[in-house]
């Protein structure tokens, strides 16, 4: 804490308190309340069911809750390899190339997300690379998106790698490949994972691309959630919202132990 007197560290914390609560946990636990919800006719819902999450939890809103984790999975795997190699060969570049293969990554992000959904749209709509209304076009998009985060946290990690372990297993014949398999790579595993669920959580919840490319067979679930809103069910797409919430927070759990396991190796 930058403040020292205990009434001016109290006051620090209301003040985040207010704010966090206000901006952050007021919202997630209004759609939370809205899930189980009868009516909304005042500022807050009102009654109480639980018949919203039956509806949440089987027929489509089960398929498309299987097509995110699905999508996200392979997306976040795709974009961490891809990611991962770019970052490791532009280590032993130099720093103006580093440069410009770091602003080739952070592009995608730095448009709107349905800018990208529209340049992929177009750019796979015709032969020979012909993905227009299947699901692969979907997952090339979230890759294509959150690709961005993985690089860069490999790249942060691998400047702060210190560089004394490859040059001990050098010293003693390792091999470059052997190096980068057995030194390099398990150095990075706490950074990779944090990078992966990263990846994960910004795939579950990407809509304003997949709109524009999902078939009707790949549907995600936050398409669901929009369409759900969007014909004026919203207390059943809270209940959807609070399963795709759920859903994302267990993987990040389990991304977590994963993390921790390998920092402490």
Known sequence: MLVHSRGAKWAVWALFLVLFLTLFALPLLVVLGASFATNWSSALPSGFTTGHYSAATRGEALKALTTSLLTAAAASLLALTAGTWAALAAAGLKRRYRRVLDALFVLPVAVPSVVVGLAILVAFSKPPFLLNGTREIVILSHTVLVTAFAHQSVSAA?????????????????????????????????????????????????????????????????????????????????ALAVVLMAATLLALFAVSRVRTRASYR
């Open 158 to 238: 691998l400047a702060r790698l210190d560089p004394a372990y490859e040059q001990a297993a050098a010293s003693l014949g390792a091999r470059p490949a052997y190096v980068l398999w057995r030194v390099r790579l398990p150095l990075l595993l706490p950074s990779l994972t944090a990078a992966a669920g990263l990846c994960f959580a910004l795939s579950m919840g990407e809509l304003s691309a997949t709109m524009m490319l999902y078939p009707p067979d790949w549907t995600p679930l936050p398409v669901l959630i929009y369409a759900a809103t969007d014909r004026g069910s919203l207390f059943v797409g809270s």
